[in-house]
């Protein structure tokens, strides 16, 4: 999804660089489709994260 998009809104731009640049990242993955709504909360952890069947 392009920055410029009208669907991309972050509500409160964070101070940090590294949650700034993992917004980005996700953003840049993201298609701009107008079926699709995702709230994103970035964490500071290392490694990887997995879901599990949703729990």
Do not use: C, F
């Amino acid at each position: 999804m392009d920055a410029d998009s009208q669907r991309w809104h972050p509500i409160t731009p964070s101070e940090y660089a590294h949650e700034r640049a993992a917004l980005e990242h996700v953003r840049e993955l993201l298609l701009d489709t107008p079926a699709v709504l995702h709230m994103i909360e970035i964490k500071s952890l290392r490694g990887r994260m997995y879901n599990r069947n949703g729990t």
